[in-house]
């Protein structure tokens, strides 16, 4: 494996999308219709088994800034607000004088409710134009009360004009997010900012259900894909605005997701309940012209990437990180595999699990799963249940999972107001 060329990166862009999951997105590019992704992905530095330690959005991108899993960090919900004592990454980068920004495109990312903009000179989050047009109505949609009573309606009619489709385009459901046309307009407006080395974040929510979408991409993809297509374009104009102000070659282009999306995989669409790699599995790519394509199959998490980037930049690493740099080793071997803890959304499930490159073990209460992903990559055959466990790992992975939560920082429930309550039972967080 090559190593990084790090005195060349001045600049760092990092491009996180909601609900990406790496399967789908490896499906568009041999489909050829996501030729940023593709670029990003196939040209650069591509880790193909990396895995975020949390299945929704503010616990994993928590994780990612403080490269610490939800039991250390303390957010293991949406609308938890991060401690201040905990070190994040724009702090490390801003500390050092590089100029910081970050875009978010949901209500629960700001700073207000998540605590994550701590470190970045500008954070924009929206300034509270998420609830534009925005009704009673959407206040149900994605309960159970509204799926079971308008489940059997919403979707009458074509896939371009239905119930479902014709709210969305008349911007009735929005659910406390912005557009990828509006965060990428906040994204160049930082890049207009700026005036020397810089760290950027921006994350697109449009794949997140309800998705935004060209409505036309429906005539020959559903309604995930057509999503995924979309953030593509968006992506593209930014990296365009990098090349409009020659800053492109001098910026590193870091690509991943939050979390993926069960589409009906283990019976439901979504995510947050489950720990099957549909929800876990996500890109991870890094791009820079002096950085050689290839791609690493070692197993890797979401919490490297704090590191790695710092790792980059040649900034210190925090001692309270957990994650490590995932830079090649002295003599040019891979980084090696890492076990990746896992944690469900704990308002769906009491789940943590354990994955490590062959096998995957899943807790809930006193409960456990386990799944040879060697021969069972899509983990249909629970070992457990099928009373299989001999000569497997089973035990010597239970006393890990067992060690890694017992050693887990005592987690406080925190009290959201009820705005936030509302909010987030608006978007499906809260049954």
Known sequence: MQ??????????LLVSIDCLREDWLQRGISEGIVPTLERLTTDGLYFDQAFTVANTTDPSLTSFMTASYP???GVQENGWGLDESMPVLAESIQDVGHETFGVVSVDHLSDEHSGLGRGFDEYCDGGGSYDTLYPILSRIYDTKTFNTVFGAVK????EQWNLKSLLRQTGLIRLHCRTAKSVTQDAVDQL????GSFFGW???????????YDRNDLE?????????????????????????????????????ADHGEALDDHGYTGHGRQLYDEELHVPLAFHHPDIEAETVSDQVRTIDIAPTVLDLLDVEVPDEFEGRSIRANDDGTPPGDRDAFLTAYP???????????????????SDHELYDLSTDPNEENDLVAAGETDGTPYEVLREKLQAWDSAGNEVTDQDVDADTQEMLKDLGYVD
């Open 155 to 158: 979707d009458i009619g074509t």
């Open 3 to 12: 190593d990084f060329n790090s005195p060349t990166i001045e600049n760092v």
């Open 71 to 73: 039991h250390t960090h």
């Open 347 to 365: 308002e769906f499930a009491e789940s943590i699990g354990l994955r490590t490159p062959g096998w995957k073990l899943i807790r809930e209460g």
């Open 220 to 256: 020959a993809h559903d309604e995930y894909t057509a999503a995924m297509k979309l953030v593509d374009g968006y992506v593209q104009q930014l990296l365009d605005e990098l090349e409009k102000r020659n800053l492109r070659d001098e910026t590193l282009v870091v690509l991943t």
């Open 192 to 195: 207009d900012r700026v005036d």
């Open 202 to 212: 921006v994350h697109y929510f449009d794949m997140h259900e309800p998705r935004n």
